[in-house]
Structure formats: C-alpha cells, structure tokens
C-alpha cells in the first residue's frame, strides 16, 4: 500500500482544526482524493464492481470523532467495577431474560444446531447491541476509511474496508444502510466486516445474511462464531474464585492452564470458599486488575469468548450476563 506520510499530517490538522489556509486545506483534499482513487483501483483487482464502487464510495468523509474514539476505549479507562456495573446492570439482565422467552423457539434451534446455550447468545447480543436497539450511528464505510486513512492501524482497517465494500457488493446491504460502530463493527453482533464473511449465516434462506434487521440470521449468525472458534457446548465459561492467601501471583494469567484439581490443591475455592467442581477441567487463575483484584477461573469457553473481543472485562461480562440470565 502506498503510503502519504505528509497527506497524514495535514489530514489530521484538517480534522481537528478547520481554520487552516486555504491552499493547506485544498492540498490535503487532493491528497486525500489521490487515496480514494488509488483505493478503488485496489478494489477493482480485488474483485469489487466498479458499479458498487460508484455508490459506496461517492461522498465518502473523514470522520473526526472515529479518530478521538480510537484512542479511548471503554476497556481501557473504566475500572472492572465500573465497566460490569454499566455493562450488566440489573435491567440488562431483566431484559435478557425477557428477550430468551420471547425467543426461545429459535434460540434452541440454532443452539441445537451450534451447541451454543441460548442464554450466551443472548448475553452477546445483550451486551454488543442492547438487544439489537443500538448498533451504532456511523457510516461504516466513511468509519473504515477514516481509520484506513488516519495511519495508526491503517493495514488492517484497509483490509476490513476492502471487506465491507464487499459485502455491499454481494447484495447484502447497500452501502447507505451500513452503518455500525465508530471501528466499523456492523448489525446486531457488531461482526467486523472480515467476522461477517467468515462468520455470518443465512439462517432463513431468503439469500441475504442479514445481521442488521433479521433476528435469525443474528442468533446464527453468533452461534456459527462461537461454535467455529472452539466453543464447548458440555462447558461453561469460568466462575468468580477466591484466591488462598501468599497465592504465587506468576501463576495468574492466560499463559499458565491447570487442572481444577490442581488449583484445588492450590488453595483456590469458590468465591463463597467452597470446593471447585470435581470435573477435571483445564483452566487459568486471571485476574481483572492485577493482584488482589477479583479473580476468575477462566476454562476453555473464556477464551473462545476472547476470540469475539480480546478483553478479559468483555468475556468476564459475556459469562456473567448469560449465567444470571440463565439463572431466571
């Protein structure tokens, strides 16, 4: 890909200072009109009609916010306190219970199908989306662009750029219709475009894989994921521990697995203090926020969550949220 370090430069003042001279602003627009052109040449060879291109990218903008949004992510700023207490607060899981019972016909269809228990489908669902009520307010495509184009990452947006584009090319959604989240996550799922094509199903068979409007399609669509990244169907995710006192914190992390009898002769209990289950499992100690902070049991199904969103908050949030859903 070639790359414009000066048009970088001068973008990101257009960004976030719209009182540059004239001849600054007019440079960085033809610059940045020289991307787009090379970018839909990248396009064509990739097998994208020029038609599609016509339409998704006419207008296309840089986008200010994305970039602000990029450099401060909820994971990153709030405590794990903070972050479960607006992430699974008690309405969310008052709603997810409600959402499973409406839904429950074919959440256990797909979870037949997947071996995905439909109390996780509906955690994901309840934590990316609301349930499906927010999916985000940003063209995906002028979102891709801006992030290809800002220089931080801009390797791998382009290339989930080129994925969206696509996507729209495959009649799936028109490129109007494709908005999603400030990093281009889409739908119900929030599927980056390249989970969408690996990932997501055409659950009734009406030739679309419609995970924006087609409820269906979105459980499938996540217990395909799930199921595809190495999900135990026999297996939970994990559980909240109680760590003996002088535990050997080098043991903590994703990198050390044992089995729950072994962490069991370790001192590890339950969060209440009693015993760990007897079913010899492989697992990891992880702790939210280092020592002394909560600890978790984390088994296989913690890290297919992680393969949905590397963040131990968001796994641990997933697993709570569907085991007090379940729960109801």
């Given at each position: 890909?070639?790359?414009?370090?000066?048009?970088?430069?001068?973008?990101?003042?257009?960004?976030?200072?719209?009182?540059?001279?004239?001849?600054?602003?007019?440079?960085?627009?033809?610059?940045?009109?020289?991307?787009?052109?090379?970018?839909?040449?990248?396009?064509?060879?990739?097998?994208?009609?020029?038609?599609?291109?016509?339409?998704?990218?006419?207008?296309?903008?840089?986008?200010?916010?994305v970039v602000e949004l990029d450099r401060k992510q909820p994971e990153f700023t709030l405590t794990f306190r903070q972050y479960m207490d607006r992430v699974v607060p008690q309405g969310r899981v008052d709603k997810g219970r409600q959402?499973?019972?409406?839904?429950?016909?074919?959440?256990?269809?797909?979870?037949?199908?997947?071996?995905?228990?439909?109390?996780?489908?509906?955690?994901?669902?309840?934590?990316?989306?609301?349930?499906?009520?927010?999916?985000?307010?940003?063209?995906?495509?002028?979102?891709?662009?801006?992030?290809?184009?800002?220089?931080?990452?801009?390797?791998?947006?382009?290339?989930?750029?080129?994925?969206?584009?696509?996507?729209?090319?495959?009649?799936?959604?028109?490129?109007?219709?494709?908005?999603?989240?400030?990093?281009?996550?889409?739908?119900?799922?929030?599927?980056?475009?390249?989970?969408?094509?690996?990932?997501?199903?055409?659950?009734?068979?009406?030739?679309?894989?419609?995970?924006?409007?087609?409820?269906?399609?979105?459980?499938?669509?996540?217990?395909?994921?799930?199921?595809?990244?190495?999900?135990?169907?026999?297996?939970?995710?994990?559980?909240?521990?109680?760590?003996?006192?002088?535990?050997?914190?080098?043991?903590?992390?994703?990198?050390?697995?044992?089995?729950?009898?072994?962490?069991?002769?370790?001192?590890?209990r339950r969060a209440d203090g009693t015993d760990l289950p007897t079913r010899d499992l492989k697992a990891s100690v992880v702790l939210t926020e280092g020592p002394g902070s909560a600890a978790y049991l984390a088994y296989n199904n913690?890290?297919?969550?992680?393969?949905?969103?590397?963040?131990?908050?968001?796994?641990?949030?997933?697993?709570?949220?569907?085991?007090?859903?379940?729960?109801?």
């Amino acid at each position: 890909m070639r790359r414009f370090p000066i048009l970088r430069r001068v973008a990101s003042a257009v960004l976030v200072i719209p009182l540059l001279c004239a001849s600054s602003t007019e440079s960085a627009a033809l610059e940045f009109s020289q991307w787009i052109k090379e970018l839909r040449k990248d396009a064509v060879t990739k097998g994208v009609r020029p038609a599609t291109l016509d339409v998704a990218l006419k207008g296309v903008k840089l986008i200010p916010r994305v970039v602000e949004l990029d450099r401060k992510q909820p994971e990153f700023t709030l405590t794990f306190r903070q972050y479960m207490d607006r992430v699974v607060p008690q309405g969310r899981v008052d709603k997810g219970r409600q959402k499973l019972r409406e839904n429950r016909a074919l959440l256990q269809q797909i979870s037949g199908k997947y071996g995905v228990p439909p109390q996780f489908i509906v955690a994901f669902w309840g934590i990316e989306t609301d349930f499906g009520r927010i999916t985000g307010g940003f063209s995906v495509i002028s979102a891709l662009v801006t992030l290809a184009y800002d220089g931080r990452r801009s390797t791998y947006f382009r290339g989930e750029l080129m994925n969206a584009l696509k996507i729209i090319d495959g009649g799936h959604i028109t490129a109007k219709a494709m908005v999603g989240s400030w990093a281009g996550a889409m739908g119900q799922p929030q599927f980056m475009p390249s989970s969408f094509l690996s990932f997501a199903v055409d659950h009734d068979g009406d030739g679309r894989k419609d995970i924006w409007k087609n409820v269906a399609d979105v459980f499938a669509s996540a217990g395909n994921y799930l199921a595809r990244s190495g999900w135990k169907g026999d297996q939970t995710w994990g559980r909240p521990i109680r760590l003996p006192k002088g535990f050997d914190q080098t043991l903590a992390g994703h990198g050390t697995r044992k089995l729950i009898s072994e962490w069991q002769k370790l001192g590890v209990r339950r969060a209440d203090g009693t015993d760990l289950p007897t079913r010899d499992l492989k697992a990891s100690v992880v702790l939210t926020e280092g020592p002394g902070s909560a600890a978790y049991l984390a088994y296989n199904n913690f890290r297919t969550i992680l393969k949905w969103n590397r963040s131990n908050f968001f796994a641990i949030a997933v697993g709570s949220l569907a085991d007090r859903i379940g729960d109801g």
